[in-house]
């Protein structure tokens, strides 16, 4: 685990260099940066969800964390000062129960602060049970460019087990608005749920593909510790079931053209999300919002942050510049996990330069677990046509992704 080091006056300063065995002493170059915007509320919290979301029991104090979120990206600006943002992705919670106008004042004090990207992906996550055709106009207008909307299931059997508060209808015409309002427009759909046959799974995947979106997520339930699913699990399809709901779901994308490009992503050519691939190849992103998370690269360290989970807690700090709950330097001995717990989820794998380049270690560094997870059939190491180094995850791998990891613990 990495240690949280709480920020309070015993604690050194955590941007002073650091010396002797954890400085990282070949960080040459920043990576890219996106910046993630967290929105803590939702309609419901669902019985599977184990995200920072809290549900709107009373009146979303829409003003005052708009507010919050601009003190906390004033006081966050020096630390990535000069740096370009490629992407904003909005995240929750469910962010589209703010109005357009709060959206828009985000993002225009975003290209105040920041050099914000002329042409940035900007992601905004949105339930069918919480939007309508006035705030995916508004949105637009504001400058969000990509919609992400939580579908889950077309069928009101699988809602109904979720705990979902849309139904089958919603959830299509959610759909097919956004796909008319904007260019790109992702579904998170997922498949093993409560009961779940193999046919009404394929039947989701096949609903989806025939929206024609640019992007599609397609995610196994799981049962996440601290939710009620957890404390009481439903009935769900065994591994076998599981797997083959996989599989055949893979090759129905595939056969809509949709190249599966991670662990849970599908997109059409050219149509990745910019935002996740940044996550995946270890680039940098600075969080804001009630529990948001960053991890941002400097010459000799890469820092975490955490803000104040809770959001009443994080309303009356951030307004204070006191939004950072945890800040810490990621140990030099974990940066090999760290980098490949996400470029692993990469299927085309990743040039082992890149490794260099994200955490300033020579490549020696992970050459032994490399090595052995190789042996065990989880990956291959080979040689491109630019005499690159490229490590990709076999089928087994994907698969296995959590034993693969395991090697570079």
């Not at 002797?20 to 967290?38: C, D, F, M, R, V």
Request: aromatic share 8%; charged share 20%.
């Amino acid at each position: 685990m990495i240690p949280i080091i709480p920020i309070d006056s015993a604690t050194p300063n955590p941007h002073a260099p650091l010396t002797g065995e954890n400085t990282i002493s070949g960080l040459k170059n920043p990576p890219p940066l996106a910046l993630y915007i967290h929105i803590p509320w939702c309609a419901r919290k669902c019985p599977y969800c184990d995200f920072n979301s809290h549900e709107n029991k009373l009146k979303i104090p829409e003003n005052a964390y708009v507010d919050a979120l601009i003190a906390d990206l004033e006081q966050a600006t020096p630390l990535v000062w000069g740096r370009k943002i490629s992407s904003v992705f909005f995240g929750g919670g469910t962010p589209s129960l703010f109005s357009a106008k709060a959206i828009d004042k985000i993002l225009s004090h975003v290209r105040m602060l920041t050099p914000l990207e002329y042409d940035a992906e900007v992601t905004l996550e949105a339930n069918p049970g919480s939007v309508d055709a006035g705030h995916f106009a508004g949105y637009k207008a504001a400058g969000v460019t990509r919609l992400s909307i939580g579908i889950q299931s077309f069928n009101n059997q699988y809602l109904n087990a979720l705990g979902r508060i849309h139904d089958e209808g919603e959830a299509m015409a959610a759909a097919e608005l956004a796909m008319a309002t904007f260019d790109q427009v992702n579904l998170d759909v997922m498949y093993a749920l409560p009961n779940q046959t193999l046919e009404d799974a394929l039947q989701d995947a096949k609903r989806a593909c025939a929206l024609n979106p640019s992007h599609l997520s397609f995610y196994h339930l799981t049962l996440e510790p601290n939710t009620p699913f957890h404390r009481t699990p439903p009935s769900l399809p065994d591994d076998d079931t599981s797997a083959v709901m996989q599989e055949k779901i893979e090759v129905i994308l595939k056969e809509h053209g949709f190249d599966h490009y991670e662990t849970s992503g599908f997109a059409k050519p050219g149509k990745q999300c910019r935002h996740n691939l940044n996550y995946w190849t270890f680039g940098d992103y600075l969080g804001i919002g009630a529990g948001a998370h960053s991890k941002l690269s400097f010459h000799d360290k890469i820092i975490r942050q955490t803000r104040h989970k809770h959001p009443n807690r994080y309303l009356e700090h951030a307004v204070k510049g006191e939004a950072v709950d945890n800040e810490w330097s990621i140990p030099r001995e974990e940066l090999g996990f760290e980098f490949t717990m996400n470029a692993l989820r990469l299927t085309g794998g990743f040039d082992l330069s890149l490794f260099e380049q994200r955490t300033g270690l020579n490549r020696s560094a992970i050459s032994k677990q490399l090595n052995q997870a190789e042996k065990k059939g989880l990956l291959t190491q080979s040689l491109n046509d630019q005499h690159q180094v490229i490590i990709e995850p076999t089928i087994m791998g994907q698969r296995f992704l959590n034993e693969l990891l395991q090697i570079f613990l």
